[in-house]
């Protein structure tokens, strides 16, 4: 095994600026084949990207985290990309529910601390889990989301899970987003329209009022202080992103360097 790290993306970040979605998703899975798969949380952007893999002759797998508190209109949603768009989705699940997990350790959404450790327990475990199988996970993050996303590299490493992140819509500006779902008729979570920008589980997940920022209803119980469920690394302060460890041949083609197969 060989060490990947964030700074020997720099220059292939540079170069994918140029690129489409498609191509970034296409150039993904020529590098990773089957050992690549889309993470969504069957939200507006993870819709799109679904969308997007039913448009490709060969789809990639798409893993989503059913917390065992989501609303009824997501797994709904799910169902619908499911049957719809013909793409295989993995539904990953906690070891516990949220009644066990609660009878041994609180309830732990009340706190800021507990709201890492239940963020942990019931969305990054359960994809650290099978993190194994893949060398590459395809997301949904876009800068015009702002906050940390704002900086949001199109290729990062993923210490946690061993892994590629790569985020091929990272240069879609909301107007873009929203005419894409308009043109294609992307599937997408009804309570959008009723006053959810963003949906995460029932417990932590209120309306927002027109003037206040999309994310203000994630965790609104908790003040300012938790904004992120911590699945995506890039999420998290930049400080924690060392490298991961893949096949030297597998890093030499992520990069495009040559191999000589003489030497
Ligand atoms: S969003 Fe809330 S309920 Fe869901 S995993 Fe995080 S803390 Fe737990």
Redesign the pocket.
């Known amino acids: 095994m060989a060490r990947l790290t964030q700074a020997d993306l720099i220059d292939l970040n540079h170069t994918f600026e140029e690129r489409t979605p498609l191509e970034l998703i296409q150039w993904t899975q020529e590098i990773f084949g089957e050992r690549v798969a889309a993470i969504s949380a069957m939200q507006q952007a993870g819709n799109v990207l679904c969308h997007m893999l039913s448009k490709i002759e060969k789809s990639s797998r798409v893993l989503f985290v059913d917390?065992g508190?989501l609303f009824e209109e997501t797994l709904q949603t799910r169902d619908r990309i499911v049957s719809e768009y013909g793409i295989e989705v993995v539904t990953l699940e906690p070891n516990q529910t949220?009644a066990e997990q609660t009878a041994e350790l609180g309830v732990?959404?009340l706190s800021v601390d507990?709201?890492k450790q239940?963020?942990d327990?019931?969305?990054t475990q359960p994809l650290l889990e099978i993190a194994d199988q893949f060398d590459a996970l395809i997301g949904s993050l876009r800068r015009s989301d702002g906050g940390q996303r704002a900086q949001c590299p199109i290729l990062a490493v993923d210490p946690q899970a061993n892994c590629l992140r790569i985020n091929p819509l990272v240069n879609m500006n909301t107007e873009q987003l929203q005419a894409y779902i308009a043109e294609n008729k992307v599937i997408t979570n009804p309570l959008h329209e009723q006053g959810y920008p963003t949906i995460?589980?029932n417990?932590?997940?209120t309306p927002v009022m027109p003037e206040e920022p999309k994310r203000a209803g994630?965790?609104r119980h908790l003040g300012p202080w938790s904004v992120y469920?911590g699945i995506n690394p890039t999420d998290l302060d930049p400080e924690h992103s060392p490298a991961i460890e893949l096949d030297q041949d597998l890093i030499d083609r992520i990069l495009g360097r040559e191999t000589d197969f003489m030497i």
């Open positions: 917390t508190v949220m732990l959404y507990g709201q239940c963020c327990l019931r969305k995460g589980c417990r932590c997940t994630r965790w469920c």
